[in-house]
């Protein structure tokens, strides 16, 4: 069974800082993937940031700079670590694994940055 569970979500004032995970199944971990979409309210899902197996990534011109996306393949774990926080990356924040025939998706986690 295939899951995405993400966690670290939350409320943060802006320039502040927050980590999120997501815990993947190993039996996609290895072959697919990862990276973290974001759904503000009234707009589309976008791409955050993205990391290939091998390690190569790609973010949103918005983050860059600010978010860091890693993961640690032992622990099948997927990271954002987001910085400089900003009252524009309000969003629920997804955990997504795809290749080229599919994709998964978490449940997402809300990220609320306000004063």
């Known amino acids: 069974q295939v899951q995405l569970v993400e966690s670290g979500g939350g409320l943060v004032q802006p320039g502040g800082s927050l980590r999120l995970s997501c815990a993947a199944s190993r039996s996609i971990f290895s072959s697919y993937a990862m990276g973290w979409y974001r759904q503000a309210p009234g707009k589309q899902r976008e791409l955050v940031e993205h990391?290939?197996?091998?390690?190569?990534?790609d973010y949103a011109d918005s983050v860059k700079g600010r978010f860091t996306i890693s993961r640690d393949n032992a622990k099948t774990m997927v990271y954002l670590q987001m910085n400089s926080l900003k009252p524009d990356d309000t969003a629920v924040y997804y955990c997504?694994?795809?290749?080229?025939?599919?994709?998964?998706w978490g449940q997402g986690t809300q990220v609320t940055v306000s004063s």
């Open positions: 990391i290939t197996r091998g390690g190569s990534t």
């Open positions: 997504n694994a795809a290749r080229v025939s599919n994709a998964y």
